[in-house]
């Protein structure tokens, strides 16, 4: 089974992937929709050259330099360029953004000290490279060149040694021994940067084991040149191609028990380590692939419309962020994506470096950016919040937009919920505007996805009806028989009052209300009126509540002999009669008879005849029964004494 596997650390180097974002992020951040310039071509890949075309980055040479305009902008790539190049472009009045890779800007800082401090500066590399041109412009010019010892016959005296970042550790250590032999004093800085030393090591490796090498990277590219080199010593069968187009059939096809590396040079994106992978793999007997095409293959798939994406905000302005989101097109989140107030700005909202989420809505557009949307992943979030709601029986809380016939329309994450006029609360609402612009709880009871609109209905109702429940449920608990407990009228009825308690209905039967003889309970109570009730009788299983306010009053036949002792004349008012006499009330609770006999001297037939309702009258106590609760008066007795 054939074998294909990456070199680790191919591909882009720490410098270089900077230069890239540096020269598409200026255009970005700037110049939108004005050519830049890269001085040279930004990297030595012809695919990625093309691609900095397609976005109006174009390369100059630095003999058209003259045909730029003032403040055109002008990217130094990352091997750097001479101090006097520098000057000559701030002459020009060019915009100048610097890409050089720290490394390279150090080295350049290290040649200009140590010339002048009056060091021979000695750069082992190759003297046509730009690098080595750039490093040599930070010393007049002055320095000696030498890739593997040649031109260091006339060394003496102090030596600063330098070496180009993509040199090779054996030149380094000819020259280094050389220099070291002939100098009077040396100060040497292996400048070989470790991101080629790696890169070469592991692509050494590789070689080694491997039947065929593909190394990729431009042809002019020198790290790919030497990473070439050092592959082909162990490996004869090595080619060297920019992309997978080059890669000749003959090389993998038919041969399916070989392993095939990959190399790449620091100037090649991993969209082209890619398609060279693809192309020599078959499909379904893919094996062999390392962890980083894992990754860009995972990367890849993971964007498409519709994709959740997280993405570092690298450059923003009022009305869009752009965002690096992992994948070989960065990212756009235009402001409506974020949200519709015209008056926001996104720099109010997000800054560079931030972390944000969003969806894909579009892979590519004009500008190829893939275009993101927050609005649409808060959407999806309160759809599926909607969803749980609905499922779990959880309440949400929704914003009233407006009421129309039937309800209210509220919003929630963007999304109508629709509330019926019935379900807003626990009794009918004649005005539902009152409710526009308020925050309600509802319960999801209709929940229909649709592919044009989803059908969501609200319900306050519900919430406020297991909001009572449970207050009903709490306050069932926490009464008990016998206690004394504040409640509220609620409603009366002509056989007695109901009195709500904490939630809980009670009922306040006539007779429980007094002591005294009430005809109905509206002549003694009041709708809404606070009372102080006493319970009776509980029964919580059938949720039934007896109350009385007449126990918490005394009785008023406790003490009644004291109060109305034999013999004495008391006044009273007729509230009654019967064939044998009339009913006195001689305080609330406390009736007395008067006997037929007992109202007149004269013979009478009925009560009524001398006595009428409501009648104030004297008369004398005969007698008082405290345990039965009877009282004998005499009207006759108290008309005896006056006469
Ligand atoms: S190879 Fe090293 S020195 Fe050269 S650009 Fe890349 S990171 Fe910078």
Redesign the pocket.
Known sequence: MRKIILADNAGF????KRAVDIAISTKREQYKNKRIYTLGQLIHNNDVVKYLESKNIHAVDIKDIDKLNNNDIIIIR?HGISEDIIELLKSKNLNIVDAT?P??ANIHKKVKEYSNRGYQIVIVGDKNHPEVIGINGWCDNKAIISKKGENLDNISGKVCLVAQ??EKQENWQKVLKIVSERAEEIIPFNTI?N??EVRQKKADELSKEAQAIVVLGGHHSS?TTKLFEICKRNCENTIHVENSGEIPDELYKGKDNIIIGVAAG?STPDWIIKEAINKMSDEQKLEGMNEVIKMMDENEKKVYVGALVKGEIIQINEKAAFLNIGYKNDGILPLNEVTSDENVKLTDLFTVGEEIEAKVIKLKNEDNYVVLSKSELERDQGLKSIKDAFENKNSIKVLVKEAVNGGLVSNYKGIRVFIPASHVELYHVDDLNEYVGKELEVNIIEFTKRRNANRIVGSRREVLKAVKEEQENETWNSLEKDQVVEGQVKRLTNFGAFIDINGVDGLLHVSEISWGRVEKPSDVLKADEKVKVYILDIDKENKKLSLSIKKLMEDPWTNVEEKYPVGSVVLGKVVRFAAFGAFIELEPGVDALVHISEISHKRIAKPSEVLSIGEEIKAKILDVNKENKKIGLSIKEVEETVD
């Not at 180097?13 to 270089?16: A, N």
């Open positions: 180097c720490f410098g270089v990352s890779c490394y390279v970042t993509t940067c991101a080629t790290n620091a």
